[in-house]
């Protein structure tokens, strides 16, 4: 399941950032929280993926001290790979996260 297609009400304003064939990034609110998090995931191919609850696909919030690395990691991940994701949303989350 690719990541644009999971979006559990847990999160809002959600922007897609990454997305290989096999993990996924957002960047949005989760929880009712005011501070944006990065939300991850597994895509699993053709099964729900990781982590999930049963059937539902869903969403684990990286921990703060490696979200930058992650970030920048996509970043130039993207700039080589334009196919993999957003640049300007990933921009973004990177500004939001200073």
Known sequence: ?????????KWTNVID???????SYIWGN?????????GARWNGG????????????TWYVEPDFVT?????????DVQINP???NLNNIKTAIMENI
């Open 68 to 76: 930058n690395d992650i970030l920048f990691s996509i970043y130039r």
């Open 17 to 23: 950032l990454y997305d290989n064939g096999w993990y």
């Open 83 to 85: 196919q993999n994701g």
């Open 1 to 9: 399941m690719n990541g644009n297609q999971v979006r559990p009400e």
């Open 46 to 57: 053709k099964n729900v993926g990781y982590p999930n609850q049963g059937a539902y696909p």
């Open 30 to 38: 989760y929880d009712g929280g005011s501070d944006k998090s990065l």
